[in-house]
């Protein structure tokens, strides 16, 4: 499939106009609707509805799109990666990291290895494990910091030394806020919210000795932002750990660990067999050893 007919087809997606993607592309109107029509010959699906002003997609056209702008993504990154392998002392490398303690890799470790490598850039995602899982599998992604257990058939990883601690975020004014640590028939009275995961959910409640369905889940976030607001607008707790909510900040709520303690580990991971340009490359390396050392 020619490339052009996945810009075409993405213009007119974000524009929702076939002649103003015509002008940000610099080509003709018709050049632009005869090449989106045999792209849906192509594919033997219509991806776009057209009417009078406005182009919409139809749900072909919508997981046409995701799937042209993975395409795209990588395409993107697969040509810096071998212009990186003509640069030594350069590249760009992307870290995916979930929000947590583990964070503190970003400023440790980069800080050290920029002033090695002064010309390396960095790409930062930060997601929840599942979405880094699935940028690593799509050669998105060089790294991942993600919480264990890391699925070791998959990935190849490094061990690193951050230690998560399991809890509940609460307002300060809720009568839980006033205990040091959550149990059982605590967490079963209140409303949740908890990682989107549902096998994180299952092992949370596993925990306490109960089913997923025991609990009363309010709401799945995956980033601890969104769902800290429904906390302070007391509509739920917030499942978490305590390094998420420390890079959030205290304010108005606060975190109480459970009992008993249950703590998480973390691994730097990258998808088995991958082969790196030189500056991710040096960065594992460098990691390994630092960690070593």
Known sequence: MDLRLLEYFLAVARTGNITRAAEQLHVT??????????LEEMLGSPL????KRQVTLTEAGVLFQQRAE?????????RRDLA???????GTVALGCVESCASRLLPDRLGAFSRLYPQVRYEIYSADGDDIREKLDRGEL????LLEPVEAAKYDCIRLPYRETWGLLLRRDDPLASKEAIGGEDILSVPLSMPRREIVQDNIASWFGVSRGQLKIFAGHTLLNNAALLVEAGLCCAVCVSGAFALRGGGDLCFRPFAPERTTGHMLAWKRNRVFHPAASRFRDYIRDALAD
């Open 84 to 90: 990186d392998q003509r640069d030594l002392v350069g």
């Open 70 to 78: 993975e395409i795209i993504t990588l395409l993107d990154k697969t």
């Open 48 to 51: 776009l509805i057209r009417g």
């Open 29 to 38: 109107q018709p050049t632009v609707s005869r090449q989106l029509a045999e």
């Open 142 to 145: 060089d790294f991942g910091v």
